[in-house]
């Protein structure tokens, strides 16, 4: 090979950090959101990449579910604090109690209820886009997705309408009242996530890593969730103390918990490259229906 | 798995029902891609509408209108990877109104995968499919005749296909053509070289996407770098970075090196690249299609849209332009409409003066004045802008020869424009510094 050659990673990292630029460019008020998960590390270090050394040209969002693992929200913090940005973070408890966010009856989840909360944010600080960690490889309906997807006045997304998307020209226009999501890693499959934290070298939350943890199963079926103050235990469920670590994050009350020996990223890539089940296949909000992550997208989730 | 392999970006074509999703499906499946809650899925899917029969075109056709009326409606996209390579896969569709979404899953590939029923032979979408392939330049074209279990493996069938397509491909700018019979359904000639056909010496498709050469597709000759974003630290704390002035993009053509001599455009300023600032650290050379930060000797003027090329081989320049054009939106395209254009970093006003022609996509043959484009009609324009482009024809680099077309209100990606080679380079006063 010639050395005027790039690797994967490099050819990913270059089109992301373009696409980084053309939205620092392109809109007057963009946002990018940050959650402290290991795909939202990456678009930070990406960040770095694109705009040092200059100051990052875009505050930091995060919607607060209020579910959220503890380990996430201390890394989220220290983390933007380092970088010297600006964190923004809504909570979907203040918008219940604001009357934006509803839930319905008996609804425990908070994965909902961040829809109208992020939406809420977007108009309360006049965002025009709002930069995502999102990848195509985790779902079939993010695989249809661009890299510059266009949201209506009520922030939806319309997949049978979208821009196309030709070359690396992205048509970043918007109308007033209109947005942008932007996704710079969508062409990053999960291995090439933590393959570049492996050659960044960046910290990822300690939750990736395995730990002990009290598990339940509910029913004594399927996936081991966290014990934790939002779940209530019944006498029919399974607890046990396991060795376990998460391979996405969610909320704490429907991230599975996967039984792993993994201490490093190493450890982690090795595991990866021999599992047998997606990323996604962890998460019970994306298990409700074949069409559940498109419906979502529809109204305007991540 | 090493960290330190290429990725390959390829797209799939053909009509419907030719096979397309399940010849991904099958990619993925037999190079064990897919993981057990994705074939899960699809058992679930096949109890409930396939009989029992697992469908692997349900593994790419992602959203509900397209699982119940059995078509792909837009670019997908996959991934997947073997030891030596890692894959993006955009599956688009074949239908005639959905050329607009081949251009777009194709613009950027390296290699297009046309597909075609063995027992259909080419048919029109064929040829077109190939023709945008060509149209766009992508380096490499695999004609997959599929569905050869169809016609008994037949050697004779395949040699007729191949001929038919001989018979137009020297009409059309592809360089690298490579043909394979396979069963996408059975699996032959897929991944593993299949028993049915030994009079067929050639690799399976998944082994020549592992091995074409694709190290020479980016263009590495006549520098080009679209300025993107002027980087200037605003109070920065170490005081080194009080005057820092750098300009961020990616390389869209080309090789730069510090101390290369620069031509800024459209100002015609002459200079030196001072440094090529990265965040892990300094370069001493950068290429295509690198993103870095270039820092010049001297203060110039420089900002977003502008274009810093290396003198020993400079782009065009004008207001005039012609392309040819692939119309993408359902209002048709007419002479006199205005639009933005946007081309590398820049947007500007255009006027479409004239539509020259339309191209035939039967025949290849250009149709002279037609009245309008509809969507998905591929014709040549001629464009006038508000300001002068540095660009280059789309022959000669893929990057600095495309712009898009955006109708102003709706903001729709209208229509998506391959530049002619413009008839002479730049000539510009030099303001020549003291270099």
Redesign the interface.
């Known amino acids: 090979?010639?050395s005027?050659?790039?690797?994967?990673?490099?050819?990913?990292?270059?089109?992301a950090?373009?696409v980084m630029?053309?939205v620092?460019?392109e809109f007057e008020r963009p946002a990018l959101m940050f959650s402290g998960g290991k795909d939202s590390i990456c678009l930070l270090r990406l960040a770095?990449?694109?705009?040092?050394?200059?100051?990052i040209p875009m505050p930091f969002l995060n919607v607060d579910t209020g579910h959220h693992f503890p380990e996430l929200n201390e890394f989220r913090d220290r983390r933007a604090a380092e970088l010297g940005g600006r964190l923004i973070v809504r909570k979907v408890e203040d918008a219940i109690k604001a009357g934006i966010a509803v839930p319905s009856p008996g609804e425990v989840s908070r994965n909902r209820l961040q829809i109208p909360t992020l939406l809420a944010a977007i108009e309360e600080f006049q965002f025009d886009c709002a930069i995502g960690g999102a990848r195509?490889?985790e779902?079939?309906?993010r695989?249809?997705e661009r890299f510059f997807s266009f949201r209506d006045a009520f922030g939806q997304w319309d997949?049978?309408n979208?821009?196309?998307?030709?070359?690396?020209?992205y048509?970043a226009?918007?109308?007033a009242g209109e947005h942008m999501r932007v996704f710079p890693l969508?062409?990053w499959?999960e291995?090439?996530v933590w393959?570049y934290i492996?050659?960044e070298k960046l910290e990822v939350p300690s939750i990736y890593f395995s730990h002990r943890r009290q598990c339940v199963r509910i029913g004594g079926r399927g996936q081991w969730l966290p014990v934790s103050e939002f779940l209530t235990v019944r006498p029919k469920d399974e607890v046990q103390e396991l060795i376990v670590r998460v391979r996405t994050i969610g909320d704490i009350i429907s991230t599975g918990m996967v039984e792993s020996p993994a201490e490093s990223v190493d450890d982690i890539?090795r595991e990866i490259?021999a599992?047998?089940?997606?990323e996604?296949?962890s998460r019970a909000d994306d298990k409700a229906s074949?069409?559940a992550m498109?419906d979502r997208k529809k109204q305007g989730y991540f | 798995?090493s960290?330190?392999?290429?990725?390959l970006r390829f797209n799939t074509c053909g009509s419907v029902d030719d096979g397309k999703s399940t010849l991904i499906g099958r990619l993925l499946y037999d190079s064990k891609s897919l993981?057990?809650?994705?074939l899960e899925?699809l058992e679930?899917?096949a109890d409930i509408t396939g009989g029992g029969q697992i469908n692997l075109a349900n593994l790419?056709?992602?959203?509900?209108?397209e699982?119940e009326q059995g078509i792909t409606?837009?670019?997908?996209?996959?991934?997947f990877?073997t030891p030596r390579r890692?894959f993006?896969v955009a599956d688009t569709p074949g239908h005639v109104q959905y050329t607009?979404?081949m251009?777009?899953g194709a613009?950027?590939a390296n290699l297009s995968v046309v597909l075609v029923d063995a027992r259909q032979g080419v048919i029109e979408q064929s040829r077109r499919h190939t023709y945008i392939a060509s149209l766009l330049r992508i380096p490499h074209l695999v004609i997959a005749i599929n569905k050869m279990d169809l016609v008994d493996w037949s050697e004779a069938r395949f040699l007729e296909i191949r001929s038919a397509f001989e018979s137009f491909l020297p009409r059309l700018d592809i360089k690298d053509v490579k043909f394979i019979p396979l069963s996408a359904l059975n699996g032959d000639n897929v991944v593993d070289a299949s028993s049915q056909t030994p009079w067929y010496v050639g690799p399976s498709l998944l082994g020549h996407l592992e091995t074409v050469h694709i190290?020479?597709d980016?263009n590495?000759h006549g520098f080009r770098f679209p300025v993107?974003?002027v980087?200037?630290?605003?109070n920065?704390r170490?005081p080194r970075?009080h005057d820092?002035r750098?300009l961020?993009?990616?390389i869209a053509g080309g090789?730069v090196r510090v101390g290369q001599p620069v031509l800024i455009l459209p100002s015609g300023q002459r200079t030196r690249v001072k440094e090529i600032?990265?965040?892990?650290g300094p370069l001493q050379e950068a290429?295509c299609?690198?993103?870095v930060t270039l820092v010049l000797e001297h203060d110039v003027d420089v900002s977003?849209g502008d274009m810093i090329v290396g003198l020993d081989s400079l782009p065009g320049a004008g207001t005039e332009l012609q392309a040819r054009v692939c119309w993408?939106h359902p209002k048709a395209l007419q002479p006199g409409r205005k639009y933005?254009l946007?081309?590398?970093?820049q947007t500007v006003q255009a006027v479409v003066s004239a539509i020259d022609s339309r191209i035939n996509i039967h025949t290849f043959e250009s149709e002279p004045n037609p009245t309008e484009l509809a969507m998905n009609d591929i014709g040549q324009i001629r464009i006038r802008i508000a300001k002068p482009l540095p660009y280059d024809g789309y022959a000669t680099n893929?990057?600095t020869g495309?712009?898009?077309l955006?109708e102003p209100g709706t903001?729709?990606?209208v229509g998506?424009c391959m530049l002619e080679a413009p008839q002479e380079p730049v000539r510009v006063e030099y303001t020549d510094f003291a270099i």
């Open positions: 090979m010639s005027y050659h790039l690797d994967h990673l490099q050819y990913l990292e270059t089109e950090i373009h630029r053309e620092a460019a770095e990449k694109a705009f040092r050394p200059s100051d195509r490889d779902e079939k309906a695989a249809k997949p049978k979208q821009r196309p998307e030709i070359w690396n020209l048509n226009r918007v109308n969508s062409n499959t291995m090439d393959e492996r050659r890539i490259a599992a047998r089940v997606t996604r296949g074949e069409a498109e | 798995m960290s330190s392999i290429e990725i993981m057990e809650d994705q899925a679930r899917s790419t056709d992602g959203l509900r209108a699982r409606i837009d670019v997908a996209y996959r991934y990877a890692k993006i607009r979404n251009v777009t613009s950027s190290a020479s980016w590495l993107q974003w980087n200037r630290p605003n920065p170490d970075l820092f750098g961020s993009g990616q090789i600032w990265t965040y892990d290429f299609p690198q993103s977003r993408m933005f946007k081309h590398t970093t893929r990057l495309a712009c898009i955006i903001n729709a990606t998506a």
